[in-house]
Structures are given as structure tokens and as C-alpha cells.
């Protein structure tokens, strides 16, 4: 096969080193600089896992495509977590390996002339500095150059659209479409439609044929949110768009080619959904290739004040934000995480009177996040000895970093402000 193989890209004007195994080609590839390798993954000596690990080790590997055995899905994903640009099952088309080879060479060199950014701020639509957002951030710049599926997730609200984008953003798709599509919104019959599309009289009401987001996004990428509410039957299609890239319109017959990059996403446990039943196996290690999980807005609470600043210079307003009142933004527990936090922006814009946003602004779910509930009294002593506590926790985490604001607040879990909130309250100042 590697001889039929190189055959074929050498007449398509392509320059071609063979090795019979994984040592040969690590030797190779040591002494001379590849565009672009195709590695089987059962080798004699170095296998082609081994092979990818080693030159992973070296420095950013050239798009690497690795040929795996049919049903060896498992493979597959520890080759993409690896770096692997793509991966195929035997057996295979010649015309889509030599599709899968150029489009690797095209991709390499869009990324080669790109010039990657660094930080979660390079993100767009991104905001923050918390080390999980820099895991999210490192995972996309180096998950978007290549075309395999990413899976999102973490709880709603908490950006996993604005990912999705930058995974589109900064890939070499970038110049074509980025669609997306809410899979929850929609019923079975009216997903089927969406994605794939439908021929004239597919069912009553398809007066005329209709392209689906798989035709419109050919190039492109496609984002499918709420993964874990399709229904089995669709998810019997979406697994064969996976694997062969091909797909029927609703009420057709004629298949049909998409060149898509799929991004998914799901607030939901998917693991747990296969083991009841509920999500396809087989599925689920196709679009589980690239993981990127999104932290909740209560993990990351020190990145509060760059949220609320960007927000409210998106709304152009100037109205400036009180350290008391930020400290309250940085206490609550965001159960509806950064879309909260902007809505509750907005509507403190909306009812603020002064140049200034003031507590009472505040929705009353953060104003009495704190309190006892209604027709409850404190105990008698009981506010005073929960201050002491408190006080004194501050005091041992200051007294600990060496009175550093900062590292304090992380060591306790709270934004800065917050916490220098709490010290101006309970007069912590450090000794001269």
C-alpha cells in the first residue's frame, strides 16, 4: 500500500520519502524538513503513535495524518490529542486520501504564515486571565489548525459559542462561513431539515428543495450547540457525515459531499448519556477528538473586573464601578455564569441615575445572596463570631504571602477587590 500510496501523490507533482517503519521515518524526518506525513499506525519497531509522540517531542510537528485500521476510533483520538492533523480508516478512497494530503499541505502552509497569538485576551470575544481560560486559550490556537471535530464544554452561559468562533477564527477556514446551529431549539424532523436540507415534496409544507447548513457551510465551519439533545436518528446521520464526509437530503437519494469543520458543543455529560443509552458510542468518540472545557464564572471571579469593564465600554457607557459594589459582583455564585454578569451590566446601566452604579442597582438576587432567609433572625453573637472567623481567615492568608493581595485572594478563592474590600472592613492593613 505505501508504494500505490506514494505513487499517487508523486503524480500528482508531489516530492515523496518512503520508510518501511517508525524508526526510519523518525531518522528522516530528523534529517530533512517535511511539509506534510502519513504514518499507519501498526508499525514494526516505532509505531505510528510512537512515531508522532517522538516528533512531538522535537519541536511542532508538520501536519501528520495517521491511517488506522476500521473501529480503531480509540486510536484515532489519542493520534488527535497528540497533534495529529487528521486521521483515516482502512480502507479508504484514493481520490479522499489525496484530498485529505492537500488539504493538509494548504493547511500547514496557512499555518506557517500565520503568526499564532498569545493569552486568553488573543480570543476573540474572550475575557480574562484565569489559568483555566489560558488552558482554553492554548487548546484552541493549537486545536484550530487542523480540521478535526472539537467538543465543548461546561454550563450554559459560559461562552462555549464564542469558542466555537475562535476555533473558526483562527483556523485557515477563516475566509469561508461559520454557521451555527441550536440543536435544542428544533425538533427532530425540523433538525433533520437544518442540517442536511430537503428535496420538494420531502414532507407536506416542502414546496421547494432547500440546502441544508451541511451544503451552505461547505469550506467552513459548523457548530452544532446542545449536542445532547439529538435525537438517535439524526445522530445515525451526523456519524456517517462524520466519517465518510457524505450525507442525503431529507426525502433524497442522491448523496451528496460536504467539506465541514464540526464543532460541537453540550452542557450536558455525554459519557454518562452513552452508558444510559441516550448518546451513540460510536458518536461520541468521533466528536470527542479536541476537548475544550469551559470553566463556570465562579472558578474564575478574579477575572470579574475585566468582565464588567469590557462590558459596559461595549455598551459605551463611561459610568464608573464602586469597589463595594464590585465586591458584591465578586461574592455572588453566577448561576447563569458571564451571560449573567452581562445582563445584570446592562440593567445596572439602564437604572443608574448618577455617574456612578450603586448597590441599589443591583438585581435583588446579588443583594441578598448573603442574607438569612426571610422571617429568620441571626442567632444572638452569632454575626459577630462569623465576622471574627472571617477576619481572621483573611488575616492568616495575608499573613501567609507575605501580605500579597493577589496570591491571597487566590489562596481564599476570591477576586482582588473583593478581598480588598474585606480588609478595608475589617481595618487589615500590612505592618509597616
Not at 492554548?138 to 469558542?163: C, F, H, M, Q, W
Not at 457551510?217 to 450547540?225: K, R
Not at 501580605?403 to 481564599?412: M, Q, T
Request: charged residues 25%.
Amino acid at each position: 500500500m505505501r508504494d500505490m500510496l506514494s505513487m499517487a501523490l508523486t503524480a500528482k507533482g508531489m516530492d515523496v520519502t518512503q520508510a518501511e517503519n517508525g524508526e526510519k521515518a523518525l531518522q528522516a524526518a530528523g534529517a530533512q524538513k517535511f511539509d506534510a506525513i502519513v504514518s499507519d499506525l501498526k508499525m514494526p519497531k516505532l509505531d505510528g503513535l510512537g512515531l508522532l509522540r517522538a516528533l512531538s517531542e522535537k519541536g511542532e510537528p508538520p501536519p501528520f495524518i495517521m491511517i488506522t485500521a476500521h473501529g480503531s476510533v480509540k486510536d484515532a483520538v489519542e493520534a488527535m490529542s497528540l497533534g495529529a492533523a487528521d486521521f483515516m480508516e482502512k480502507p479508504f478512497e484514493l481520490a479522499e486520501f489525496e484530498f485529505k494530503v492537500e488539504r493538509a499541505l494548504q493547511e500547514g502552509s496557512a499555518a506557517a504564515e500565520s503568526t499564532p497569538p498569545t493569552g486568553a485576551e488573543a480570543l476573540p470575544g474572550l475575557v480574562g486571565t484565569a489559568p483555566q481560560l489560558l488552558e482554553v486559550a492554548d487548546i484552541v490556537r493549537r486545536a484550530a489548525r487542523s480540521t478535526v471535530p472539537v467538543l465543548i464544554l461546561g454550563e450554559s452561559g459560559t461562552g462555549k459559542e464564542l469558542v466555537a468562533k475562535a476555533v473558526h477564527e483562527l483556523s485557515p477556514r477563516q475566509g469561508h462561513s461559520f454557521t451555527a446551529v441550536h440543536a435544542g431549539a428544533l425538533n427532530a424532523g425540523v433538525l433533520e431539515s437544518e442540517l442536511f436540507g430537503h428535496e420538494k415534496g420531502a414532507f407536506t409544507g416542502a414546496d421547494s428543495e432547500r440546502k441544508g447548513r451541511f451544503e451552505t457551510a461547505d469550506g467552513g465551519t459548523l457548530f452544532l450547540d446542545e449536542l445532547g439533545e439529538i435525537p438517535q436518528t439524526t445522530q445515525v446521520k451526523l456519524l456517517r457525515v462524520l466519517q465518510d464526509k457524505t450525507f442525503e437530503r431529507v426525502g433524497g437519494s442522491q448523496q451528496l459531499r460536504t467539506d465541514v469543520r464540526l464543532v460541537c458543543a453540550t452542557n450536558r455529560n455525554l459519557r454518562e448519556m452513552v452508558k444510559d443509552g441516550g448518546f451513540r458510542e460510536d458518536l461520541f468518540y468521533r466528536v470527542n477528538v479536541v476537548t475544550v472545557t469551559m470553566p463556570p464564572l465562579r472558578e474564575r471571579t478574579g477575572d470579574i473586573p475585566k468582565l464588567v469593564k469590557y462590558f459596559l465600554q461595549k455598551e459605551g457607557t463611561k459610568l464608573e464601578m464602586p469597589e463595594d459594589v464590585l465586591a458584591r459582583l465578586e461574592a455572588y455564585h453566577w448561576p447563569g455564569n458571564v451571560r449573567e454578569l452581562e445582563n445584570v451590566i446592562r440593567r445596572c446601566i439602564a437604572l443608574a441615575t448618577g455617574d456612578a452604579i450603586n448597590v441599589e442597582d443591583l438585581p435583588p438576587e446579588i443583594t441578598q445572596a448573603t442574607r438569612l432567609p426571610p422571617g429568620e433572625e441571626a442567632p444572638q453573637g452569632l454575626v459577630g463570631d462569623l465576622e471574627r472567623i472571617e477576619r481572621n481567615t483573611l488575616l492568616n492568608a495575608l499573613k501567609e504571602t507575605g501580605w500579597n493581595v493577589s496570591r491571597a485572594a487566590r489562596i481564599l478563592g476570591v477576586g482582588r477587590t473583593a478581598l480588598q474590600y474585606k480588609m478595608k472592613k475589617y481595618g487589615l492593613k500590612k505592618p509597616e
